[in-house]
T-cell receptor
Framework: GESVGLHLPTLSVQEGDNSIINCAYS??????FIWYKQESGKGPQFIID?????DKRQGQRVTVLLNKTVKHLSLQIAATQPGDSAVYFC?????????FGAGTRLTVKP | KAGVTQTPRYLIKTRGQQVTLSCSPI?????VSWYQQTPGQGLQFLFE???????NKGNFPGRFSGRQFSNSRSEMNVSTLELGDSALYLC???????????FGPGTRLTVL
């Protein structure tokens, strides 16, 4: 996997609002995508995944949208809570190789 | 089902020393991948093991090595430590590399 040199994008939202975190992926042949959440001092935690034959998938308070036309992936978090504060990053499967994005730091204001 | 475990959680070493980190994957998972995570570079892939064989390797010097045992547990070794090796080392396991990878808590290595 590779990540670009980092100056993490940040997103600050008010508690209770919805959050949308975006990820642009690189390869139109990518067929599997994952969103991870990483809290400070912890390893990345699996949130939700989606295969390229779908354009939307919902979990508990989270929705992933896949737009293959523009190679864009988004993670929507409903009713964002303070515990959602973390770095979120996407991963894509290219030819059986998982590659990770740089991440977005989400901060939830009480 | 127990998650991925890594030991030790924290480690402080000095330049020139060597270190061995350990990872126990989720039961049944045969693929173990190692990553280095730093604030400046993000997640960098080190290598992946499957059934005791290294299948993929990232762009790291030969000082970084690893192995996998028959029970899928894996170790990575860094020799002749440099200050720049200070990082969070993450292990992830999966059924196969292209499947969902589940991460351990990481080992925080500090090189002084």
């Amino acid at each position: 996997g590779e990540s670009v040199g980092l100056h993490l994008p940040t997103l600050s939202v008010q508690e209770g609002d919805n959050s949308i975190i975006n990820c642009a992926y690189s390869n139109s042949a990518s067929d599997y995508f994952i969103w991870y959440k990483q809290e400070s001092g912890k390893g990345p935690q699996f949130i939700i995944d989606i295969r390229s034959n779908m354009d939307k998938r919902q979990g508990q308070r989270v929705t992933v949208l896949l737009n293959k036309t523009v190679k864009h992936l988004s993670l929507q978090i409903a009713a964002t809570q303070p515990g959602d504060s973390a770095v979120y990053f996407c991963a894509e499967n290219i030819n059986n190789d998982m590659r990770f994005g740089a991440g977005t730091r989400l901060t939830v204001k009480p | 089902k127990a998650g991925v475990t890594q030991t030790p959680r924290y480690l402080i070493k000095t330049r020139g020393q060597q270190v061995t980190l350990s990872c126990s994957p989720i039961s049944g998972h045969r693929s173990v991948s190692w990553y280095q995570q730093t604030p400046g570079q993000g997640l960098q892939f080190l290598f992946e093991y499957f059934s005791e064989t290294q299948r993929n390797k990232g762009n790291f010097p030969g000082r970084f090595s690893g192995r996998q045992f028959s029970n899928s547990r894996s170790e990575m070794n860094v020799s002749t430590l440099e200050l720049g090796d200070s990082a969070l080392y993450l292990c992830a396991s999966s059924w196969d590399r292209a499947d969902t990878q589940y991460f351990g808590p990481g080992t925080r290595l500090t090189v002084l």
